[in-house]
């Protein structure tokens, strides 16, 4: 433990002493730190998997769902249909934005089959308060993010949660699943018909086996 305080406090340093462009000190601490915070919680998030064994399909067509995009332009997601889809709420400040990177190789690597959707939100401990123009530059500059954004909205099951996102935690309408995000980052994979197959918490990498091989499923 003390040999990994140690380098950690390295790590720090030298982050505080090489601020990344486009980054606040903030941003690039938890950039630096990211792969340690992932390999600390590794082996909790394969726990935390929900999957949807006995393929319930949704009472509300997840195709029927509409949205807004950072532009503010409309998203609808009968555009998606034939394609897996990803969604992840996300933040800006979060010990787990290092996950940008991830998704977009994710992206990358499955762009004739995935679409993976990010939501930003200011639900957890204020990790994304600012605007959609701020937070678009953000993850381009940073990340390289090529796959959509949709505009900043509430994600949890309070007053205003995004029609997305209540669809994705009510299980009166998805068919099955009842869990919201409890943390930035946490995602959830739609299959080629429209049906949700699983979630993922934020501590499990979007590159894990277990997203893959979900992702490569046939159905």
């Not at 340093?13 to 601020?19: E, F, G, H, V």
């Not at 918490?201 to 992702?215: H, Y």
Request: glycine share 6%.
């Amino acid at each position: 433990m003390i040999k990994i305080a140690i380098a950690l406090g390295v790590l720090v340093s030298a982050t505080l002493l090489m601020k990344k462009q486009g980054m606040s000190y903030r941003q690039s601490i938890l950039k630096t730190i990211y792969p340690a915070i992932m390999w600390s919680s590794k082996a909790a998030g394969k726990k935390q998997i929900q999957v949807n064994t006995e393929n319930k399909i949704p009472i509300v067509p997840f195709y029927s769902l509409t949205t807004k995009d950072i532009n503010g332009k409309d998203f609808n997601f009968a555009s998606l249909k034939g394609k897996k889809v990803l969604i992840v709420n996300t933040a800006s400040d979060c010990g787990f934005t290092g996950q940008y990177e991830a998704l977009e190789k994710l992206q990358e690597k499955y762009v004739e089959s995935l679409v993976v959707i990010g939501f930003p939100a200011n639900d957890f401990k204020e990790q994304e308060t600012k605007d959609n123009e701020t937070i678009a530059a953000f993850c381009k500059k940073n990340y390289g993010v090529s796959f959509p954004l949709m505009a900043k909205s509430i994600v949890i099951k309070k007053n205003h949660q995004n029609e997305v996102f209540k669809w994705l935690s009510d299980m009166t309408i998805n068919g099955w699943n009842h869990q919201e995000p409890v943390w930035n980052f946490c995602k959830y994979l739609i299959n080629e018909e429209g049906t949700l197959t699983h979630y993922f918490p934020m501590i499990v990498d979007p590159l894990d086996a277990s997203v893959i091989e979900a992702i490569e499923k046939k159905q």
